[in-house]
């Protein structure tokens, strides 16, 4: 088991061949990064996430770091923002083919069924089972290139909520209208942007709204 042999045996301080020892090493309990909380599996610290690849294990954990780790293994601490400046940076750029993404939870995880990652699809193992077609999103970044997003995702609401409410299609069109005011090419970007509500589409609201904070940020420090 990849995952195993990268990163679960030394964290855990398991053999290589221990039973069942991927799964021993998923569900394991840890030593909390604030000392004055109690002990914590992965899962605990909200959506621990981690990346393997075949010359490193990156992981994002509330955990006290292990001693000892090979160099090869890097912690990182982890919260709900940081996870998602993470997950913004892999769907823009991922490592190289093969790699393996996991989303720990609270609830047992198997090992068993995790699928690989490559440069065209990207795999959430674990906590959520989702994969994202990685061409669709960049061809959704480039529709949100140079435009209001935020008003390219209005109107990708408006259409979906268009086929399901035929009766409020003519109200609904109006409000398409006036944003397509501000957006000529309107139509043409609403083609190439992923269907409203797929895995896709809220991959590209994440990595919009990660470099609005980042602008945000850098306008302050300015």
């Known amino acids: 088991m990849f995952w195993y042999e990268r990163l679960g045996r030394h964290i855990c301080g398991l053999p290589r061949d221990a039973v069942d020892g991927p ?16 002990r914590l599996r992965l899962g605990g610290a909200g959506g621990t996430l981690c990346v393997v690849t075949p010359d490193k294990a990156l992981l994002r954990a509330s955990i006290a770091i292990p001693t000892g780790l090979p160099d090869h293994i890097e912690i990182f601490p982890q919260s709900a923002k940081t996870n998602n400046q993470w ?8 490592p190289a083919s093969p790699y393996l993404v996991i989303e720990f939870s609270k609830a ?20 959520r089972e989702i994969a994202y077609d990685l061409s669709a999103i960049r061809r959704g970044l480039q529709a949100c290139d140079g435009v209001d997003a935020k008003k390219l995702f209005e109107a990708s609401a408006l259409r979906r909520r268009q086929l399901e409410i035929p009766s409020a299609r003519p109200a609904l069109q109006l409000k398409l209208d006036a944003i397509a005011k501000k957006i000529p090419d309107l139509e043409t970007r609403l083609t190439a942007l992923p269907h409203y509500g797929s895995a896709e589409a809220d991959a590209i609201r994440i990595i919009y709204y990660v470099d609005q904070r980042g602008q945000r940020a850098s306008d302050d420090a300015a």
């Open 108 to 127: 047992t995880i198997s090992s068993r069924g995790f699928r690989y990652s490559t440069r065209d699809v990207f795999h959430i193992n674990g906590k």
């Open 87 to 94: 997950l913004a940076e892999l769907w823009r750029s991922p």
């Open 23 to 38: 799964d021993l090493a998923l569900n394991a309990m840890f030593d909390n990064v604030n000392p004055e909380k109690g």
